[in-house]
């Protein structure tokens, strides 16, 4: 029955002492609080899931265009070094180039 926003226990006092009671043991009385403070000791309360969502993000676009990245040809201070043939596809790739452009495979 709707009494208007009436609450016995609360006008009792017992909603108050289980709020005092829950906040001097440190932990919550009902089972979404228990939830809840076991998400947030989990991801450090949110901040350290963002964290790791935006470093993956950054990680991910650097792996699709770090490849690009890499120019053609040797800058200057490089042009009398040796190339590297890639042992996967035979491309040859100038000193300093870590990952083969064309099969992703490590050089060297």
Same mark, same amino acid.
């Given at each position: ?5 009436? $609450?016995?226990?609360r006008? /009792?006092? =017992? $909603? ?5 009671? $829950?906040? $001097?043991i440190? =932990? ?5 609080g228990?939830?809840?403070? =076991? +998400?947030?000791m989990?991801? +450090?309360?949110?901040?350290?899931? +963002?964290?790791?969502?935006?470093i993956t993000?950054?990680a /991910?676009e ?5 490849? &690009?990245a /890499?120019? &053609?040809?040797p ?5 009398d070094s040796?190339? =590297?043939r890639?042992?996967?596809? +035979? ?7 870590m990952i083969c452009?064309k099969?992703?495979r490590?050089v060297g």
């Amino acid at each position: 029955m709707n009494l208007g926003g009436f $609450s016995w226990k609360r006008f /009792v006092g =017992i $909603s108050q002492l289980k709020s005092n009671i $829950s906040r $001097s043991i440190g =932990i919550p009385l009902t089972e979404s609080g228990r939830m809840q403070k =076991i +998400g947030r000791m989990l991801t +450090g309360g949110g901040l350290l899931g +963002g964290i790791l969502a935006a470093i993956t993000a950054e990680a /991910v676009e650097y792996a699709i265009t770090a490849p &690009d990245a /890499v120019p &053609d040809s040797p800058p200057d201070f490089l042009a009398d070094s040796a190339t =590297i043939r890639c042992p996967g596809c +035979g491309l040859e790739n100038w000193h300093g180039a870590m990952i083969c452009k064309k099969c992703f495979r490590p050089v060297g």
